[in-house]
């Protein structure tokens, strides 16, 4: 399996190399990739996890690895058409099967070497499809923040290395894996274990984009359609999946985990906000990405690894789709009918206990998976409004009421039972628990889900024509992403200033 696995980058490495036809070799290739990772996949589930030097497969990389060539595979049939006729076609074509090839690699590694080769090699291959069309000055601005921040990850994910083969005189998956599981029982691992989750903790926040170096993610809106996809599905996982695939290590750190819950936390309320304020609809899928990568990063600091990889896995699939999807026209939401705050705070209540209630019967209480709760009280909040018109519902419409409330309950069973599959799928490729917590973890995911529930009643308040002009000076402020961007844009051009002066 393993030189099957390593089969899958190498075909996209060569399809770039050939000469000739770069769109047909990097299809072909791509399908490759594809079908090599479906047999990996196979193989997994008839016999079991391999690790090696070079290649290590287990519940982890297999998902990913089958997750990426699929994403990938898309993204290159749709390239076809959407550039027909460029002429940088053969350009662009080269660069996405190294792109490929990279993130592929970088899902099977067998040590963390060959991972940050793997990390470092994707950042640089993603910028020259970044600046694909280098007349551009906002793909220009938004590829060499990227480029900054992720510089920054690669210097901590490189000392984070430095700390591990000193502490274990390896770099080899399965042994780092095997020593971090000893030290699980230790009342402390060391500083240089704390040290190395630390930095592997800031590592994976700034390759996903988070809180305050997002803003180049919503702005790499001018690169061609397909790279927005590949970036937005796939590669901006890269974070989560460094701390995922590191579990066993960032689990060991009370430190490197509250990292991640207050960065994460902060990423996703800012993101969602922002995104209910966009009216282009490429910008507010770019910021539901930032939003979404919160999530994920908050969901790692709360110790639901199993919980963030699933969030991978669909959040990957949905906005491969939706961005591929997407045209350039402008959204504005539609009208909402009236919906009283007598009738919205007890639907979001009702919302709120199914989760609680539902989550217990599936074995996940909140005190004990936290992470998993909130996201799921996050996602039944999105059918508050739909609940709340059923609390309205009069005699006669007590059925239609009654069915709101059977899909709503369904949702949220579908959403534990899913969560449950996931974390029998990857039980034995992540950590059974992290280091004990205090009530801080518990506290900010608390806050996490009245954040958002405040922010569905201010959005209802506004579309419904109530909102008083501080409401509004606030909405405007939100819009423009509270200026940090705007800051971020002069720090990047006065270091490093476009050509042509702007």
């Known amino acids: 399996?393993?030189?099957?696995?390593?089969?899958?980058?190498?075909?996209?490495?060569?399809?770039?190399?050939?000469?000739?036809?770069?769109?047909?070799?990097?299809?072909?290739?791509?399908?490759?990739?594809?079908?090599?990772?479906?047999?990996?996949?196979?193989?997994?589930?008839?016999?079991?996890?391999?690790?090696?030097?070079?290649?290590?497969?287990?519940?982890?990389?297999?998902?990913?690895?089958?997750?990426?060539?699929?994403?990938?595979?898309?993204?290159?049939?749709?390239?076809?058409?959407?550039?027909?006729?460029d002429p940088g076609q053969a350009r662009f074509f080269r660069w996405l099967g190294y792109t490929l090839a990279s993130v592929l690699a970088l899902t099977i590694s067998g040590n963390l070497l060959f991972f940050a080769a793997a990390w470092i090699a994707t950042s640089l291959c993603l910028h020259r499809l970044l600046i694909f069309?280098?007349?551009?000055?906002?793909?220009?601005?938004?590829?060499?923040?990227?480029?900054?921040?992720?510089?920054?990850?690669?210097?901590?994910?490189?000392?984070?290395?430095?700390?591990?083969?000193?502490?274990?005189?390896?770099?080899?998956?399965?042994?780092?894996?095997?020593?971090?599981?000893?030290?699980?029982?230790?009342?402390?691992?060391?500083?240089?274990?704390h040290l190395a989750a630390v930095l592997i903790a800031f590592a994976a926040i700034v390759k996903s984009a988070q809180f305050p170096m997002h803003g180049w993610l919503p702005e790499v809106m001018e690169t061609p359609?397909?790279?927005?996809?590949?970036?937005?599905?796939?590669?901006?996982?890269?974070?989560?999946?460094?701390?995922?695939?590191?579990?066993?290590?960032?689990?060991?750190?009370?430190?490197?985990?509250?990292?991640?819950?207050?960065?994460?936390?902060?990423?996703?309320?800012?993101?969602?906000?922002?995104?209910?304020?966009?009216?282009?609809?490429?910008?507010?899928?770019?910021w539901s990405t930032v939003a979404q990568m919160g999530f994920m990063i908050l969901q790692c600091g709360l110790g639901a690894f199993a919980a963030a990889m699933l969030h991978i896995v669909?959040?990957?699939?949905?906005?491969?789709?939706?961005?591929?999807?997407?045209?350039?026209?402008?959204?504005?939401?539609?009208?909402?009918?009236?919906?009283?705050?007598?009738?919205?705070?007890?639907?979001?209540?009702?919302?709120?206990?199914?989760?609680?209630?539902?989550?217990?019967?599936?074995?996940?209480?909140?005190i004990e998976k936290p992470g998993v709760a909130v996201l799921g009280a996050t996602l039944m909040m999105g059918l508050t409004p739909m609940l709340a018109g059923a609390l309205m519902a009069r005699d006669e419409a007590r059925f239609v009421a009654i069915r709101v409330g059977g899909f709503a309950l369904g949702v949220c069973v579908a959403y534990f039972a899913l969560q449950a599959g996931a974390e029998w799928l990857l039980a034995a490729a992540l950590p059974e628990q992290t280091v004990v917590r205090g009530p801080f973890a518990l506290v900010w995911a608390g806050l996490t889900v009245l954040a958002f529930a405040t922010l569905l009643v201010l959005n209802v308040l506004r579309r419904r024509g109530r909102a008083g002009p501080g409401l509004q000076a606030f909405y405007v402020h939100l819009f423009n992403g509270f200026y940090v961007n705007a800051w971020c844009n002069r720090l990047v051009a006065k270091h490093w200033p476009l050509k042509g002066g702007a």
């Open 225 to 286: 359609t397909p790279v927005s996809a590949l970036l937005h599905a796939g590669i901006i996982n890269a974070g989560g999946f460094l701390v995922v695939r590191m579990a066993d290590l960032v689990a060991l750190s009370a430190q490197a985990l509250d990292l991640l819950l207050v960065i994460g936390a902060v990423t996703a309320i800012f993101g969602a906000a922002v995104m209910l304020t966009q009216t282009s609809v490429k910008v507010a899928l770019a």
């Open 314 to 366: 669909a959040h990957a699939m949905y906005k491969a789709h939706a961005f591929l999807s997407a045209g350039s026209l402008a959204r504005k939401p539609g009208a909402q009918p009236p919906l009283p705050l007598r009738m919205l705070v007890p639907a979001l209540g009702i919302a709120v206990l199914m989760v609680l209630v539902v989550g217990a019967l599936f074995g996940m209480p909140f």
């Open 1 to 85: 399996m393993s030189w099957i696995a390593a089969f899958a980058p190498l075909l996209l490495v060569i399809a770039g190399i050939l000469p000739g036809d770069s769109r047909r070799h990097v299809t072909l290739a791509a399908m490759g990739a594809f079908a090599a990772a479906l047999v990996v996949a196979l193989g997994l589930v008839f016999h079991g996890a391999a690790s090696g030097f070079f290649v290590h497969l287990d519940a982890v990389s297999g998902v990913m690895l089958l997750l990426v060539a699929f994403i990938g595979l898309i993204v290159t049939l749709y390239s076809r058409r959407y550039l027909d006729g």
């Open 133 to 193: 069309y280098p007349e551009r000055h906002g793909a220009q601005l938004a590829a060499r923040k990227k480029y900054v921040a992720s510089r920054l990850g690669d210097v901590a994910l490189i000392a984070a290395l430095l700390l591990i083969l000193g502490r274990f005189g390896t770099l080899e998956f399965g042994a780092i894996f095997a020593a971090t599981q000893a030290l699980s029982a230790a009342d402390d691992p060391g500083i240089a274990i």
